[in-house]
């Protein structure tokens, strides 16, 4: 892929030489100021994307464009985010990938959105709050380009109240009480569809485990992922002493029939 020029109206990450990142709205005639100076933006403008600029004191900055990880831990929010080491995972248990039709319930900030999105989900939002769908929206456009808004629009709506779509692929939850979804995401979700929840409790876990028993979905699953990094430095090797632990569980189960005309499944819970 050829190198892109840095444009105005680019969120870009400035990186120290301390490795401190700030995200910037480039624009003609900006500038970004910090206690080391100041960075014109048009010194970035027009060059490619690993340049280097020196700040009004002296002081050294790169110019990238900034991953979906980086973005998201750094964009303008209005609800909490999804953290990346959780957005990963998500994608892999959900299944998602170029094609599949999602339904996205409590869109929040957009970050979840953006992954889906740019891993080729069709996505749907539900979100009851105009401010957080206004956002989530703008950060998606943003990030990804207005080229995607075609797979991705948000409703105000309460997905506890139905869902209007049929035949989805998929049903993501990022909600209080996921509990009062599952009704409507059988009605929503093919068969063979997944339903996946983000919760922070492990109460919320429970609760929504025991409404899954209670409907057609099967084969449900409840995961904790967490990260740990590393110190190394020559030999210096241990564990970080800090460490993103506790942020979700993330609970999947499939919708398995029945199908009209057919056999109803058999039920694998015990």
Known sequence: MTARPLLAGERIVLVDSRGRQYLVDLAEGGSFHSHTGV?????????????????????????????LAEYVLRMPRGAQVIYPKDIGPILLLADVFPGVRVLEAGVGSGALSMALVRAGADVVGYEVREDFAGRARENVRTFLGEEAMARYRVELRDVYEGVDERNLDRVVLDLPEPWRAVGPASTALRPGGILLAYTPSIAQVSTLRA??????????????????GWHVEGQAVRPDHRMVGHTGFLTTARLLGPVPGGLTPPRLKS
């Open 211 to 228: 409404a899954l028993d209670e409907s057609d979905f099967e084969l449900p699953t409840t995961v904790e992922v967490l990260q740990r």
């Open 39 to 67: 960075v014109a933006h048009d010194d970035l403008l027009g060059s490619p994307e690993g340049t280097t600029v020196r700040s009004t004191t002296g002081a050294r900055y790169t110019a990238m464009r900034p991953t």
